[in-house]
């Protein structure tokens, strides 16, 4: 019997986009993935933290739908957000089917060894943070509850007040506190409207020195800043770079820094 014209061309016409479409690359989406996603999620699909999700394995439809969720914004996650706005729809369908053909979960509680450059810590925590750096910043979570004391070095200040970017040399630190708390457990107040800090959490510091960017994949880089963490005794908390970078990497106009304005504010009226 034969087919009339009209319904064999709707035909082709309905069937010609699924047979079209091009395949995905793996090796294209194996490069990829080694370019931005290995840091965290580990070339081979194994992430270097429990906190971090495999991705090997997964059904491909799932992984290129979370990543354009990133993309557009859809699905919130400071660092996935960050990476995904970079990377293009070819990327994402090259990458979703590299960690999809993966052999999958059968590694158990098995980690993938961090980059050496985002393991590595190279800042120092500064000494006598509060005496001896600018605080430029108080910031309330009473949600939290916490309150953070931001702090600038001289190099930092100067630059800020003469509105040049920061230098190699710059250091700015948070140091994180819980607040002091009332009888019904409510953040207390001080009189300048701040939480009154209580015990200290943790410091955050980001400090740029000439090269320290070098080894650090494009992708992630921020400049020649690294990051550190460190507990209220001092020592350095065992991080993964990759997060900082990430979420600080859409930040390139503003040197990196989320606090930018308030530092040039409050430089300005020194």
Known sequence: MAIPIRTALASLVFVAPAALAQAPDLAAGKAKAEEVCAAC????????SATIPNLSGQKVAYLAAQLRDF????RKNPVMNAIATRISPSDIANTAA???SLQGPAQGMATSAMFPSLAMNKVKLPADIATKMIRYQTVNYPERPQVRHLYANATAAE???AGLPLPNGAVLAIEVFTP????AKKPITGPDGNLVADK????????????????????????DWNYGIFNPDGAARPANQAECLACHKPLTQDDYLFSAKPLRDHAAKK
């Open 180 to 183: 002091k708390l009332d009888d």
């Open 159 to 161: 630059a800020a007040k």
């Open 98 to 100: 590299y960690f999809a």
């Open 200 to 223: 200290l959490a943790f410091v955050s510091v980001m400090e740029k020195q000439a090269g320290w960017g070098a080894a650090i994949p494009e992708i992630l880089r921020n400049a």
């Open 41 to 48: 999620h580990g070339a081979d699909g194994v992430s270097v």
């Open 71 to 74: 993309k557009s914004g859809a």
